[in-house]
């Protein structure tokens, strides 16, 4: 469809000779120009067209364009254009010239900012390529094995060499590396034989393993970073290998290296036995980006630092030995820093940090091994984020000068007890995050906040007494802590967090003091508390907050506590009774579920609402069921599941049907609600299978999301007066239900309220789009072109899923499009929206369809929005990257009129006429009349503007009749369906059509015969939106070579 509709546009397009975005929208459509040089349309894909030109194939998106391969037989010199169909060729993707063994030379323009890995591997006959200033990385095997490839000048925009990105490249015999390069990938230039000479410039950091390896030719390579990391392998930089001598000999490197004395480069050459050719002392580096301050990079046991005028820092590691031992002072300047990642995923089997140094940076000793303590000396004030992260160490000594540990310092280490000194204030989240064999901590009164997570998963910890200056206890703080027995919470808390203590359970016992005016839901889920008594301070007890607490027994809930939470004691299974003291006025959902030695309830009458399932599988339940089995408490008939009898009566002292309170109930036939009752809940009946009948009292007011769903039984049914909303579901699938009577009191209906029923698929025999009091609530059977009927007000939730409409014209009368209204609608090709100020449904789900590509469902919606410019369906579709189509400027509000102006050619013109209500006097009329003369095909078209400058309050602006220019003939009336009288009949004169059909949807009475006979295209007397996708439909007919005239082609559609 989209490669249709594109198609269309192009040939469209060529009539017009002009460039613009097709219908399609994402696609753009090319000049002729292009056409010219041969492109040939190849496919389409959601969001792009593909193309050939010049043997080349493209990806053209909106705004750019990837080269994606060429053709097998392509060879000679290649020239990439910087543009394609007018939209720039930003990449060229993985492996487009790959073994393209012909080609001799590429040139790509610096509109490509990407070329993805192997791009050109294996073209074996390319000797040149001009790399673009454009692009920041070779990527992995990009020329390997480009064996005629001589030479390669590298951009200075280029900041990394890929793995292998030159191997194999054994006609290369000088490569240019600038200055902005940082890396040198594994296998960068491997076996490349003619390579004579390499010169790595200061930037160069990293070269990785076997970069340079069998560079037989090789005389010298020059490393001029002093303190450059090189992979501590013999192949890096060889010559030539031995495979059958051991590992320390296999390699050989006939060549020279060059660098500065004390280098890396030096410590390398010297290790492998190289020869090394000193460039003298190494310079001062400036580099902004690590500091504004000149350093020397100096490379001292094995430890790379860098050298200001007063300190230093420890930056990096080469080849170090087995202990780590940092010094006071490198190059007379004391040592102050361990440098942000300066010992990641190291191994020592011992560290000594001497006393000069201040900071340790963050992720300093990430995952470093080997260690068993580690005793940080009192100079050092600040430890940064995951500076200890992963390490092996089983204890630790934080001095007092220490006042700020960072994010994961410590976490997942091998720690078994901590003590955290006076001086530090807070303990950031997840500092000691996952140390599971951490026993013990002490926390200081220093400490005025603990942050989230911070002792979660210490799965050893026993005993954790929390300092006096603590005001809350965070969110999962001391979470999964299974062996901790006791706690001491200080009465300077005031709130404890979401999960708090989850899971903790060795813990049976704890004290909450009355400081505590807040505890979040699950902060005691699954724990071990045998008892628990909660403060008068708390008003809320939170959904799970005791949830799977199994070893519970008793419970005090204070006369604070106004509402107990959903949950709040499911699976209490040792719960035995619990008094709800009469300041609760909510119990919620599930709250007692399963508490399965729960016996005694005491509910007070001042709880007037309890939630679906709160008492469910308890024996306090099971007794009352025996008792009566419609259990009533304070009004609410909280279940009804085991009734025996098929003729359910519930008493008149019921004010409310709890949801779910008969939900799968088999043996209810009919029930007889009495008019006490106000409020059904949702799902109250509920798979109901043999429910038939229910008499509904004028009483009730509200009925709950799937009330009645799924009862397969029921018949008819009466919704009272008293009833302003249908909610999602209340009816879905009682596949009997034939009668319902709805109020005209019912202004909103829901989801699916009536799907699956019989009453419904009645309605959509009579009319696919079933409409109840101004509510269009289905129209999933629709097909093809649809037009809303004026007399909607509301485009309900899911009113078309996964309908085949193609097109939906909503008109002006509508306010509101709900969720889901166009969902799954794949065919649909355009929604017309013709209130400026329509409110939809703030999400992508109003408008989605589905491509399925392989294993992946994508969705996505592929059609247009069509509507006024600044209209609320222009926001919408803009938001969410929908096509959109503008029908030009909204129509003026009330008091507007369109009035028809007779033109030469005997059409009529569409003139607006503006009054505006005011209490000066009527201003002049003025009328201009502008005209061209006829050629010899078409008549000359007289175009009228009538301006109103002030009206009376009551006044109507009047029309001047147009006169006729001198020298002009009338030809008669044009053909059908060119309203705008320009002798064609295109998209233009369908966008005219709608605008005439919004003034009529809002009331203005403008039709006369000469507007009836250009616009009335299907001549059912009403000039709609039906007629403008009539228009619609015969432009794409055209424009994709149909030959009829408007007037043969709307006869064939009649």
């Not at 590396?177 to 230039?189: M, N």
């Not at 129209?779 to 309900?796: E, H, L, N, Q, S």
């Not at 002798?983 to 039709?1007: F, K, P, R, W």
């Amino acid at each position: 469809m989209l490669f249709r509709r594109f198609t269309a546009a192009v040939l469209a397009l060529t009539l017009t000779g002009g460039a613009f975005l097709s219908s399609a929208g994402d696609c753009p459509v090319f000049p002729v120009s292009y056409a010219e040089e041969d492109i040939v349309i190849t496919g389409q894909g959601h969001d792009y067209i593909s193309v050939t030109a010049g043997g080349l194939n493209y990806l053209v998106f909106e705004k750019s364009a990837w080269l994606n391969g060429c053709d097998p037989a392509l060879k000679g010199e290649v020239n990439i254009p910087a543009e394609i169909m007018g939209v720039p060729v930003v990449c060229i993707t993985y492996a487009a010239f790959s073994d393209r063994t012909d080609i001799v030379s590429v040139t790509i323009p610096d509109s490509v900012t990407e070329i993805q890995s192997k791009a050109f591997r294996n073209c074996s006959g390319l000797t040149s390529v001009s790399i673009p200033a454009s692009l920041t990385k070779i990527g992995e095997l990009m020329f390997s094995g480009c064996s005629s490839l001589t030479s390669v000048t590298i951009p200075d925009s280029v900041t990394g060499i890929g793995t292998a990105a030159f191997a194999g490249c054994t006609s290369l015999s000088s490569v240019t590396i600038p200055d902005s390069v940082t890396s040198i990938g594994g296998s960068a230039f491997s076996e490349c034989t003619a390579l004579t000479s390499v010169i790595l410039p200061a930037s160069v950091h990293w070269i990785d393993d076997r970069a340079f390896e069998l560079c037989s030719a090789l005389e010298s390579i020059t490393i001029k970073s002093p303190c450059c990391r090189i992979s501590p392998e013999a192949d890096t930089i060889c010559s030539s290998e031995d495979p059958d001598a051991d590992h320390n000999n296999r390699c050989k490197f006939n060549g020279t290296i060059k660098g500065y004395e004390n280098s890396t480069a030096q410590m390398y050459a010297e290790h492998f036995g190289y020869r090394f050719e000193s460039l003298g002392a190494a310079p001062m580096i400036e580099d902004p980006e690590i500091s504004t301050e000149p350093y020397a990079e100096v490379l001292k046991d094995s430890l790379i630092f860098r050298v200001f005028s007063d300190h230093a820092e420890l930056a990096h590691t080469y080849m170090p030995g087995e202990e780590l031992v940092i010094p006071e002072t490198v190059n007379g300047v004391p040592v102050t820093v361990i440098g942000d990642a300066a010992l990641l995923q190291t191994y020592f089997t011992s560290v000594s940090i001497p006393d000069t140094v201040t900071s340790i940076g963050e992720n300093a000793f990430c995952n470093s091994r080997g260690f068993s303590s580690l005793e940080i000396p009192d100079s050092v004030t600040s430890i940064g984020r995951s500076a200890f992260d992963g390490c092996g160490f089983t204890s630790v000594t934080i001095p007092d000068s220490v006042t700020s540990i960072g994010k994961y310092a410590f976490y997942e280490c091998d720690l078994e007890s901590v003590t955290i000194p006076d001086s530090v204030t807070s303990i950031d989240e997840d500092t000691f995050f996952g140390c599971s064999e951490l026993e013990s901590v002490t926390i200081p009164d220093s400490v005025t906040d603990i942050g989230m997570e911070a002792f979660e998963g210490c799965s050893s910890l026993k005993e954790v007494e929390l300092p006096s200056s603590l005001t809350s206890i965070a969110k999962w703080c001391f979470g999964f802590c299974r062996a901790l027995e006791k706690v001491t919470i200080p009465d300077s808390v005031t709130s404890i967090g979401e999960g708090a203590f989850w899971e903790c359970e060795s813990l049976s016992s704890l004290e909450i003091p009355d400081s505590v005016t807040s505890i979040d839901g699950r902060a005691f889920y699954n724990c071990g508390l045998k008892s628990i008594t909660i403060p008068d301070s708390v008003t809320v007890i939170e959904s799970e907050l005791f949830a799977y607490c199994t070893e519970l027994e008793a419970v005090t809930i204070p006369d604070s506590v106004t509402a107990i939470e959903a949950c709040a004691f499911k699976d209490c299974r040792s719960l035995r009774s619990v008094t709800i003291p009469d300041s609760v006025t909510s119990i919620g959902s599930h709250c007692f579920w399963d508490c399965e030695s729960l016996e005694e309830i005491i509910i007070p009458a001042s709880v007037t609402d309890i939630s679906e399932g709160a008492f469910w599988s308890t024996p306090w339940l099971k007794e009352r069921q025996k008792e009566d089995p419609l259990v009533v408490v304070n009004g609410i008939l909280i279940d009804g599941t085991a009734v025996s009898t098929e003729d359910v009566i519930i008493p008149d002292t019921v004010e409310r049907i709890g949801a779910m309170a008969f939900v799968n109930c088999s043996t209810a036939v009919s029930v007889t609600i009495p008019d006490t009752v106000r409020e059904i809940g949702w799902n109250t009946f509920s798979g109901c299978e043999n429910l038939s009948s229910v008499t509904i009292p004028d009483s009730v007011s509200r009925i709950g999301n799937g009330a009645f769903r799924n009862c397969t039984n029921l018949l008819s049914v009466t919704i009272p007066a008293a009833v302003s909303e249908i909610a999602p579901r209340t009816f879905k699938e009682c596949k009997k239900l034939k009668t319902i009577s709805i109020p005209d009191t019912v202004t909103v209906i829901g989801d699916d309220a009536f799907s699956g029923t019989e009453w419904l698929k009645d309605r959509q025999k009579e009319d696919p789009l079933v409409i109840v009091n101004g509510m269009l609530i289905d129209g999933t059977t629709c097909t093809g072109a649809v037009t809303v009927p004026d007399t909607v007000k509301r485009i309900c939730d899911s009113a078309f899923y996964m309908s085949n409409v193609t097109s939906v014209t909503v008109p002006a009368s509508v306010k509101n499009i709900g969720c889901y209204a166009f969902y799954y609608c794949d065919e649909l090709e355009t929604v017309t929206i013709l209130d400026p100020d329509c409110d939809i449904y703030d999400g992508k789900e109003v408008f989605r369809g589905t491509d399925k590509s392989g294993d992946l469902d994508i969705w996505y919606f592929e059609g247009t929005i069509r509507g006024y410019e600044g209209s609320a369906a222009q926001k919408h579709a803009e938001k969410y990257g929908y096509k959109f189509e503008s029908l030009g400027a909204a129509p003026a509000a009330a008091g507007t009129e369109i009035l028809p102006v007779t033109t030469t050619s005997g059409k009529t013109a569409v003139t607006t006429t503006t009054t505006a209500s005011t209490s000066k006097p009527a201003g002049k009329t003025t009328t201009t009349s502008t005209a061209k003369p006829a050629d010899k095909t078409t008549a000359a078209t007289t175009t009228a503007k009538t301006v109103t400058t002030a009206t009376t309050t009551e006044s109507t602006a009047a029309t001047e009749k147009v006169p006729e220019p001198a020298g002009t003939e009338t030809v008669g009336t044009v053909a059908a369906g060119d309203v705008n009288s320009d002798g064609s009949t295109d998209s233009t004169d369908a966008s005219e059509i709608l605008l005439i059909y919004a003034q009529i949807s809002t009331g203005e009475n403008i039709l006369t015969d000469e507007i009836k006979a250009a616009a009335d295209i299907n001549g059912d007397g009403l000039v709609d939106s039906a007629d403008a996708s009539l228009v619609l439909e015969y432009y794409a007919y055209v424009s994709t070579g149909g030959t009829d005239t408007a007037d043969v082609y709307f006869d064939s559609k009649q």
